[in-house]
């Protein structure tokens, strides 16, 4: 699930212009060597904690930066920026609980 909602970020990244390609995105938004993506599929595992947390806060931060803009293309980016935002911390707390709940 969490590989699939990279996918999403990535996608609504570059229809953005905030990136132009999967290289950028592992680089400077998953902060990840540029093949992140790729070694995912590969290896057919979920991404880190850490890629889904960092990538949370700079959307979180993006997001409250274009809310204050006055144009509204940027503030319908900031709601999706933040609503993906969300998502990843809600990825994070759904991996966390089964792993604590397998451990009971």
Not at 66 to 72: A, E, I, N
Not at 74 to 92: G, Q
Request: net charge positive; aromatic share 10%.
């Amino acid at each position: 699930m969490s590989r699939e909602l990279l996918h999403e970020v990535r996608d609504v990244l570059i229809q953005a212009n905030a990136i132009v390609s999967e290289r950028e995105f592992c680089q400077r938004w998953l902060g990840k060597s540029e093949c992140y993506m790729r070694t995912l599929r590969f290896s057919k595992i979920e991404p880190s904690a850490d890629a889904l947390a960092t990538l949370s806060n700079k959307l979180q931060y993006y997001s409250e930066q274009m809310r204050d803009k006055p144009q509204q293309n940027l503030k319908d980016w900031s709601l999706e920026f933040e609503r993906l935002a969300a998502a990843c911390w809600t990825s994070i707390q759904n991996t966390a609980r089964r792993k604590w709940a397998a451990a009971s």
